[in-house]
Structures are given as structure tokens and as C-alpha cells.
């Protein structure tokens, strides 16, 4: 059954890219990498983590994007997504996203809250920034383990904001991030009655 291309709308991005394996996963061998290209990750809303749905070699999918420290995004291919899309590592697959429903709200800590209160200018870039990059600079606060240290980003955090900084590009918390979500392989979801719709292609 051929799959229907998403609608078309002015929010879908498209873009082909390769897949790769990270070196510390060689001998495993189950899941792979996609680097966004950085003209395809400049149209996404946050340099942070962000929700999107979409087809990769026209299967349906729903994930999160993750920040690759370098200026664009990354994904998370598992086995069952990459034997659905009929590729291996090292192969070129066609990809189209948009974003996934709206932007979640989180809970402002209140040592963060307190600080951004006492600190006009920094509470008028807060207010002025999108909820999925309040979300970024919330998990960066967050994951960092020693109070001395989440005094210090939450410091930075308010003096950024204040400067007119409204992103973060990556983010300490990122590696806490991906070892919490380590067993979800990149939190790959199929998207609703996609289940039983598409058998993974033969491979020889």
C-alpha cells in the first residue's frame, strides 16, 4: 500500500540525509543517527529538543528531535524503524517532519522563578521566548547536580535573557537527557492506526 504524502503545508520540512552508527554503539548495532541538515533545522522553532511527526522513506513516525551541540538536530533511528524504512546505517533516506501539536508548557522551578522576578529585563525575555525554549533553559537548570552549579545557570540563564539571548544551541543537560531517554532509542512513536497498516520491507 503506497502511503499518502503529508499534506502539504508551509510548516513540512523536507530533506534526505544518511544514516550513521556512533562509534560507542558499533558492536551493538540497534539504533543509528540522522543529522538534520542545518537549512532543515533553522525552520524548527527551538535549537532545543522539539516534537515533530512525519515519514522517513514514507513511513509514519513521531519522535523528538535532539540538539546535536553542533547548531543543528539529530534523531534516533531504531531497528524497527530503520527495517520499516527498508535502510541500514550508511544509507540515504528521504525524511519529512512538521511539528507535533503544541508546545508544552513546563513548570518554572522557584529558585528560578525567584531569580527571573527580581530581574526585569531577564522576566520580559522569558514571557517574550516560545514554551518548547522556556523548556530548554528549564532543563538545563535542572540537570545540574550540585546547588553551586544550578546557582550559576540559573544566573547565566537571567543574565542571557536579559542580554536578548532567547535560545539555547545546546545545553548541559542534553546527555542527561539522552541517558534518561536512553531505553525509548530517540522515543520513536508510531502515529495513531499506523500499526498493522505497514509490513517492514524484505531485505536480501
Not at 514571557?127 to 553551586?148: G, H, L, N, V, Y
Not at 545546546?170 to 508510531?190: D, E, R, T, V
Amino acid at each position: 500500500m503506497q502511503l499518502a504524502k503529508l499534506r502539504e503545508t508551509k510548516s513540512t520540512i523536507r530533506f534526505s540525509a544518511k544514516l550513521f552508527r556512533p562509534k560507542a554503539t558499533e558492536k551493538i548495532g540497534s539504533w543509528t543517527l540522522l543529522t538534520l541538515p542545518k537549512n532543515a533545522s533553522a525552520k524548527l522553532p527551538s535549537r532545543g529538543m522539539t516534537m515533530v511527526e512525519g515519514t522517513i522513506n514514507g513511513f509514519p513516525f513521531r519522535t523528538a528531535l535532539e540538539p546535536n551541540g553542533k547548531g543543528s538536530h539529530w534523531l534516533r533511528v531504531n531497528k524497527t524503524m530503520r527495517d520499516a524504512a527498508g535502510a541500514d546505517a550508511v544509507d540515504t533516506v528521504t525524511v519529512e517532519i512538521t511539528r507535533a501539536g503544541e508546545e508544552p508548557e513546563v513548570r518554572v522551578p522557584m529558585d528560578l522563578r525567584k531569580a527571573l522576578a527580581a530581574a526585569p529585563l531577564a522576566q520580559a525575555g522569558w514571557e517574550d521566548i516560545t514554551p518548547m525554549a522556556r523548556r530548554d533553559w528549564i532543563f538545563s537548570i535542572s540537570s545540574a547536580k550540585q546547588p553551586e552549579t544550578r546557582r550559576r545557570r540559573i544566573e547565566k540563564a537571567c543574565d542571557m535573557l536579559a542580554s536578548g539571548k532567547r535560545r539555547l544551541c545546546c545545553f548541559p543537560g542534553i546527555k542527561w537527557l539522552m541517558k534518561k531517554n536512553a531505553k525509548s532509542c530517540g522515543m520513536w512513536l508510531p502515529l495513531p492506526n499506523s500499526q498493522n497498516r505497514f509490513l517492514p520491507r524484505s531485505t536480501k
